[in-house]
């Protein structure tokens, strides 16, 4: 039987574990400078983990987590919630809501709308001025002048080409 007596046990088995994990009294005092901390002994019972849900920052008291903490098993400090997670008092790990999963999937496809719409007005805007570069080299050519703005309105073309093939892939 465990004693909550950090001194006694100190005195009488240094090395008994304390916890699940092995760690001793004399690891407790002397390598982590807390005693019997994450513990909890009511009263004259055993040390055992502190429960989930509470958190115990000496060995003979056990207080349940506040609200906008989590803490797990055998927990010294409440552990704050991210913002996108919910912690009622009481919680032993933080819990997700479905306004948190609703807020990324708008936030997800608001971007990819986003992004098409860009690439649509890009799309639109190309496609105009390969237009108007044709109309401008039509009407030069009926005019009996060639210059080097057919060369570009065919490179226009080609740029125009190249972005509808991959944006429809």
Same mark, same amino acid.
């Given at each position: 039987?465990?004693?909550? #007596? ?14 699940? #994990? ?9 390598? @982590? *400078? ?17 429960? +989930? ?58 971007? %990819? ?18 237009? @108007?570069?044709?109309?401008?080299? +039509? ?7 060639? #210059? @080097?703005? +057919?060369? *570009?309105?065919?490179? +226009?073309?080609?740029?125009? %080409? ?6 429809? @892939?």
């Amino acid at each position: 039987m465990i004693s909550c #007596d950090i001194f006694s046990l100190l005195q009488h088995d240094p090395l008994a574990p304390l916890s699940a #994990d092995g760690t001793t009294a004399a690891q407790l005092v002397f390598g @982590k *400078g807390m005693p019997a901390g994450g513990l909890f002994c009511p009263g004259t019972s055993p040390a055992g983990p502190c429960p +989930a849900g509470s958190y115990c920052p000496e060995p003979l008291t056990s207080l349940t987590c506040p609200e906008g903490h989590f803490c797990p098993m055998q927990s010294m400090n409440p552990l704050a919630c991210s913002w996108v997670s919910h912690c009622p008092a009481g919680s032993s790990l933080p819990q997700i809501t479905w306004g948190t999963y609703i807020g990324i999937w708008t936030l997800a496809l608001t971007l %990819l709308l986003l992004w098409w719409s860009v690439m649509s007005w890009l799309q639109r805007r190309r496609v105009q001025r390969l237009q @108007k570069c044709r109309q401008e080299v +039509a009407a030069r050519r009926l005019s009996g002048l060639q #210059d @080097k703005q +057919a060369a *570009g309105c065919e490179l +226009a073309r080609y740029s125009a %080409l190249l972005f509808a093939i991959t944006v429809r @892939k």
